[in-house]
């Protein structure tokens, strides 16, 4: 697999372009600053715009930053559990900072991905070069096969 990642540090510039980077991706990481209650609003925008643009295709996960500033926080655990719940999707507090639960919320979408949209894709089966048993003997004009 692949991976491409677009980050539009969520300016509203990028707003009226999303639906582009949306469209053919199979997973998407929206991260909310826990220290900026605006930035709730702003992240159930991005999510509305993605949710109509795919509906229930995209893999999603919530990703609540700057744990590691809990003097600063103005944005519960409640508050995003119930965003990730209205979309359906997994969520995890984290910190870019320290690294806290970073690599497990992206572990989580890679995995929804693969099981999502690669679970019905099987390798082929390897060809064996031996000659099957209890095969007549060839008399050599043929494949002994």
Known sequence: ???????????????SIAPGYYRGALGAIFVVDLT?????E????????????TGTEICKV???????LPESREITTEQLKS???????PFFEVSAKSGEKVEDGFMTLL?????KHY???KRPEP????KPENKEESDGSSCPC
């Open 119 to 121: 679970a019905e894709v």
């Open 36 to 40: 900026t209650s605006e930035h709730l």
């Open 111 to 115: 995995k929804e991905i693969k099981t």
């Open 1 to 15: 697999m692949k991976f491409q990642f677009w980050d539009t540090s969520g300016q509203e510039v990028y707003k």
């Open 62 to 68: 919530l990703l609540g930053n700057k744990t590691d």
């Open 127 to 130: 060809m064996s070069l031996k």
């Open 42 to 53: 702003r992240i159930v925008g991005w999510l509305k715009t993605c949710f109509e643009t």
């Open 83 to 89: 965003i990730a719940d209205q979309y359906k999707m």
